[in-house]
């Protein structure tokens, strides 16, 4: 970051594009409120191009100044009507004030405007799980999939809005892409065995877990979600080894089993599955 300012101070008169770049590193590097200076004076170099007003506006999101950066979004959507960037920035502002009404509305023209941007279709997702429009959002989600068929994490979030619904046979599928795309992320592999327990399918729950665990052995929570299914095996030795691993590590969270276990519709015994 010092060669990069001392490069910059070097220059007499920095492009438009010059300080951007600058400004994106200024940020990049947590120092947002110098970022912003130099974003605001390629804006006003630039006045006429859109997409340098959505990078200031953006950068008023990025430091908490949430009612400049409206001011931006809207300038640049009156002078742009169909500008995707600016459409979507506004939707995360009404989004963050809690307007999830105008939220989608901004969410939709964005798509309407990059139907193939899976980033888009996922953000109008959210925010319709956030209405509590589930239905859409599962539909919308859908569309990000085709538009990015390879991105494990919204099939993982697919499988998620599933759960939220009981369905667990569909959320299984969907963990199961998940981890197909992304077989070395432990917390897929986590969330896939869970739901395997609840429905019953121990030797891929197992599987699952095993694997979770081997990715990330020092994790205390999977490995007592490991000897749950162990236990449930009927495999006590094996059961008792992991909810002892699980106590003995720095991470122990026994409420945070608890959540993941109730999100597939399993209830936490009252006593210590491994006590006794």
């Not at 007003?53 to 640049?76: F, H, N, W």
């Not at 199961?176 to 077989?183: G, Q, R, T």
């Amino acid at each position: 970051m010092a060669r990069l300012e001392e490069e910059f101070r070097q220059k007499k008169n920095p492009t438009p594009e010059e300080r951007v770049e600058f400004a994106d590193a200024l940020a990049e590097a947590d120092r947002v409120e110098e970022a912003l200076t130099h974003y605001r004076i390629a804006a006003r170099q630039k006045a006429h191009d859109t997409g340098y007003r959505t990078k200031l506006a953006d950068a008023y999101v990025l430091a908490g100044q949430t009612p400049s950066a409206m001011r931006e979004y809207l300038a640049v959507i009156k002078q742009e009507p169909d500008h995707p960037d600016s459409r979507l920035g506004l939707g995360d502002v009404y989004k963050q004030y809690g307007r999830l009404k105008a939220a989608i509305g901004q969410y939709r023209h964005a798509v309407r405007c990059r139907p193939n941007s899976s980033l888009y279709r996922f953000k109008l997702a959210q925010a319709y799980d956030m209405a509590g429009m589930t239905e859409d959002a599962i539909a919308e989600i859908n569309q990000a999939i085709r538009c990015a068929p390879h991105e494990a994490f919204y099939r993982f979030w697919l499988g998620r809005l599933y759960l939220s619904k009981d369905d667990l046979e569909s959320a299984v599928e969907h963990f199961e892409a998940a981890v197909a795309c992304a077989p070395n992320d432990d917390y897929y592999q986590v969330r896939l065995g869970v739901v395997y327990y609840a429905l019953d399918r121990l030797e891929e729950a197992l599987d699952a877990l095993l694997k979770a665990v081997k990715l990330k052995p020092r994790r205390a929570t999977y490995h007592w979600l490991l000897g749950d299914v162990y236990r449930a095996l009927g495999q006590f030795l094996e059961a008792e080894i992991h909810y002892e691993r699980a106590g003995r590590l720095d991470d122990y969270d026994r409420d945070y089993v608890a959540r993941v276990k109730h999100t597939a519709g399993l209830e936490e015994e009252d006593e210590c599955a491994g006590q006794g």
